[in-house]
């Protein structure tokens, strides 16, 4: 992906992250407000960078985005659930615009550009007869002088309670940038500036007069108070009994979190390649410098001094190293939330109950894992409301909550990442499957699956169970689509399924880079590596007593894990090692019986594209030594181990 592509897709998750807000923010008019304006500087920047390197598909979808936010910002049209689920929609045309820049403008979005113009043409209502006296009351020049967005800004606040203040003030232009930023720090904290109006005056061209319309839920004294502390500051209040004189006929417009929005930060945009490299080039200077200083230690008189200044020069490396990760990685809450948004609007389309849960927010993921599994997410998520959850007559009958229930779950552990997407629906029936096989001509009629051969013909190319095409379904783009993209970045794809109850896919994502404190084991000439996360004790054996009781916990070597002749040794180390089993909460306690064992921290990589299908693999760190010891998926060896033994 190139760093424009990258500038204008942060641009559409700023947008939809503001929209998030605008949802939970509502009937909060300031905050409302603030939002809007900032979707808006987003949408015309977009618009713009779009228009100058000819993306003219997604420069039209945001010249039709703006139509929409004007007429909000305008008072013409008001915020409703239509105008939040377009947002998301129009949202999503963009992505798709930057993805498949060839499409035809023309047939792909003429109904979102249709919700667009009605949605923007809106509606007229007639405001509260005191906000319409108040809006008289105004002096002529300073109400002519509003923009339409401050007008509708003006309406809104007085509709929704404010007082509306005349705050007169003069600055000397020395002073002047630090004065009036202290006056606008303090008004915006209870209130909110309606406009700012500087003026030079003929009789003192050394002052710079500002008339300021400021709107607040407050009293004139208390405003008065506030603003004691200022120079030169005269306040008043507008309001009908004190300026009857001035009033006119005045046209305006009219119209009715988690998170407020910020200014994007400042970035600079590397390739990907080359951080890679120079997080292998940090690594490497670190192993020179360390075989340097353990040679000094060897031959100095002064090896406890070197020693601790080895320490610390190895601490600033890892230190150093691990900031370098840190680059790749990017929050995995905006994967998250495109697949939430997805879940939600096929809710809508297909008019079903859903409730859909997000944990993992604050998770991050390494950048080319986070652009990879996006559309695959998304996929799932549509498929979890279209296919898994049933219609609401359905869920009755079958005694189940009328809301049907879908979570996202994100975890990390040893530097993997898994996705699952959870499911109360209808489940995977093979007889269902079946059917669909049978229909599609890629099954006998005679044939009939199990379960798990059910799972694997849903991953067939060209597969769907649908009867028609649908928003949703039914192209025969399915999950085949799925486990290819994620088999491309070295992940696997897991599912379990109960007919009735649910189901559950799983994406398992590895490790790209990570630093992991870890526990080398050696077994002879081998070495291969666990997490320490995993090592509570160790205990040294010069042989395994066959009467010693161990109770439940078993004595396991690494070769019984790996399937490889054993390896004899003169001693012993039994390492004590608890974990979760995988696919269940059951917690599992075995001794490693190994020749000894040490603590690190090293940098973990990936194994490539096919390292998912390395059962019990999760990655490689290449030694001090420059050999490479592979990191070991204790809990699923010895899961395996286990079921061989049954």
Not at 182 to 197: C, D, M, Q, V, Y
Request: contains cysteine; glycine residues 6%.
């Amino acid at each position: 992906m190139d760093s424009l592509t990258e500038e204008l897709e942060d641009r559409v998750e700023q947008i939809f992250s503001a929209t998030e807000s605008l949802r939970e923010l509502a009937g909060d008019g300031k905050a409302t407000r603030q939002l809007l304006d900032s979707i808006f500087r987003n949408v015309h920047g977009l618009k713009a960078t779009a228009s100058s390197n000819e993306l003219k598909n997604l420069a039209n979808i945001a010249h039709q985005f703006e139509n929409l936010l004007h007429a909000l910002r305008t008072g013409k049209a008001r915020i409703t659930d239509d105008v939040l689920r377009v947002f998301d929609d129009t949202s999503d045309a963009m992505f798709s615009s930057l993805r498949d820049t060839d499409s035809d403008t023309a047939t792909s979005f003429n109904s979102l550009f249709e919700r667009l113009q009605f949605l923007s043409e809106g509606s007229s209502k007639t405001n509260r007869l005191e906000v319409d006296v108040i809006l008289h009351a105004i002096p002529n020049e300073i109400f002519q002088a509003l923009r339409d967005e401050e007008k509708h800004r003006l309406q809104q606040v007085l509709g929704e309670g404010a007082s509306l203040f005349l705050i007169t003030t003069s600055f000397d232009p020395a002073s002047f940038d630090q004065r009036f930023q202290s006056l606008k720090e303090t008004l915006t904290r209870e209130g909110e500036l309606i406009s700012t109006a500087p003026q030079i005056r003929d009789d003192a061209p050394g002052k710079i007069d500002f008339r300021i319309l400021y709107a607040r839920e407050s009293e004139l004294d208390s405003v008065k108070q506030e603003l004691s502390d200022q120079l030169d500051i005269v306040v008043s209040e507008i309001s009908p009994q004190a300026t009857k004189q001035n009033i006119k006929s005045h046209s305006v417009g009219s119209r009715y979190d988690k998170r407020s929005t910020s200014s994007a930060p400042y970035l600079i945009r590397i390739e990907l390649d080359d951080l890679d490299r120079l997080i292998s080039s940090t690594h490497q200077l670190f192993r020179d410098t360390d075989s340097c200083l353990d040679q000094a230690i060897t031959n100095s008189d002064q090896s406890a001094l070197l020693r601790s200044k080895a320490e610390a020069v190895s601490s600033s490396f890892m230190a150093l190293a691990s900031e370098l990760v840190n680059l790749r990685m990017v929050p995995i809450d905006r994967v998250l939330q495109r697949a939430f948004r997805a879940g939600r609007s096929v809710a809508v389309a297909a008019d079903k109950k859903v409730e859909i849960n997000v944990v993992g927010h604050d998770l991050a993921i390494d950048k080319s894992l986070a652009d990879a599994i996006s559309d695959p997410l998304i996929h799932l998520m549509r498929n979890a409301v279209d296919h898994g959850i049933e219609d609401e007559s359905r869920r009755v009958s079958a005694g189940k909550n009328p809301l049907g229930k879908i979570s996202i779950e994100a975890t990390t552990l040893q530097g993997q990442t898994r996705i699952r997407v959870t499911d109360d629906g209808r489940g995977i029936d093979p007889h269902f499957i079946c059917a669909a096989g049978r229909r599609l001509g890629v099954l006998a009629h005679d044939k009939q699956l199990d379960l798990e051969q059910s799972v694997r013909l849903l991953f067939r190319p060209g597969f769907t169970t649908a009867t028609a095409v649908s928003e949703a379904s039914g192209r025969g783009v399915g999950l085949d689509v799925v486990e290819t993209a994620i088999e491309e970045v070295g992940g696997a794809i897991r599912v379990d399924s109960r007919p009735g109850v649910g189901s559950m896919f799983e994406i398992q994502l590895p490790a790209t880079f990570s630093l992991l404190n870890v526990v080398v084991l050696h077994s002879g000439d081998r070495r291969h590596l666990i997490d320490a996360a995993y090592v509570s004790s160790s205990q040294v054996m010069n042989s395994i007593d066959p009467q010693v009781d161990i109770g439940s916990t078993s004595v396991l070597t690494l070769e019984d894990l790996l399937e490889q002749e054993a390896t004899p040794s003169a001693s012993s180390v039994l390492v004590y090692c608890n974990f979760k089993m995988p696919n269940s909460q059951q917690s599992k306690s075995v001794r490693l019986q190994v020749s000894k064992f040490e603590t690190a921290q090293l940098l973990v990589r990936n194994l490539g594209s096919h390292s998912g299908r390395w059962l019990g693999v999760v990655g490689a760190a290449e030694m001090r030594d420059g050999k490479v010891a592979l990191l070991l998926d204790l809990p699923t060896l010895v899961a395996r181990h286990q079921f061989a033994s049954l």
